[in-house]
């Protein structure tokens, strides 16, 4: 069974203060890890998607990156409307178009 | 505007009375899919859809009802809802089977 676990459950960082989440993933072959944001009560909004071990992707203050068992969402100097829940979901080769999403970090960045 | 669209956004309704939940995309994907997110268990996967009058199951579809006769919509179908439905629903699409998703708003569920 494919399982995505994500950590810390929850994050307080001053503005500026740079630190990195956590997506540990079990998964029978990947086809892809997806990274989202989502405010409170909204939609789910698309950050990134890695394929392959090594690979990096960045967008403003944040860079993730996958290795085989796991991926980090850096945060490089947050401000405050950084503040939101990111997602963490893995698609598998054999899961048809399923996606196993994590339980989510919720990331507070206070002025 | 490129958008995913849910109605009703709200819905409190009582046990055993059948309700839709419709979702639209104007962005021409051939995808769509329902989730639910609950406290504590996270985002969900409820149904699929790679096309039109195609449809599968994801992880937890006992109690629901999708179908695609268009390729725009995909409503979400509770023919006898239960307590245990409360959630927050979203919809989703997605270019193809390997694309990223885009999600709509949410429609917040409540049967009593």
């Known amino acids: 069974e494919d399982q995505v676990t994500q950590s810390p459950e929850a994050l307080r960082l001053q503005e500026g203060e740079s630190s990195s989440l956590n997506c540990s993933y079990t998964?029978?072959?990947?086809?892809?890890l997806f990274w989202y944001r989502q405010d409170p009560g909204k939609g789910p909004e698309f950050l990134f998607t890695?394929?392959?071990a090594g690979e990096e992707k960045e967008k403003e203050r944040l860079k993730a990156t996958l290795t085989k068992k796991e991926s980090f969402l850096h945060i490089t100097a947050p401000k405050p409307e950084d503040s939101a829940t990111y997602l963490c979901?893995?698609?598998?080769?054999?899961?048809?178009?399923?996606?196993?999403f994590g339980g989510g970090t919720r990331l507070m960045v206070k002025p | 505007e490129a958008q995913v669209t849910q109605n009703p956004r709200y819905l409190i309704t009582v046990t055993g009375k059948k309700l839709t939940v419709t979702c639209s995309q104007n962005?021409?994907?051939?995808?769509m899919s329902w989730y639910r997110q609950d406290p504590g268990l996270g985002l969900r996967q409820i149904y699929y859809?790679?096309?039109?009058?195609?449809?599968d199951k994801g992880d937890v579809p006992e109690g629901y009802k999708v179908s695609r006769k268009e390729k725009r919509n995909f409503p979400l179908i509770l023919e006898s809802p239960s307590p245990n439905q409360t959630s927050l629903y979203f919809c989703?699409?997605?270019?193809?089977?390997?694309?990223?998703?885009?999600f709509g708003p949410g429609t917040r569920l409540t049967v009593t």
């Open positions: 979901a893995v698609q598998a080769n054999n899961a048809g178009n399923m996606l196993t």
């Open positions: 998964v029978s072959g990947l086809r892809g």
């Open positions: 890695l394929y392959s």
């Open positions: 962005m021409n994907h051939e995808y």
């Open positions: 859809s790679m096309n039109v009058e195609v449809t």
């Open positions: 989703a699409s997605a270019r193809g089977r390997d694309y990223e998703q885009y």
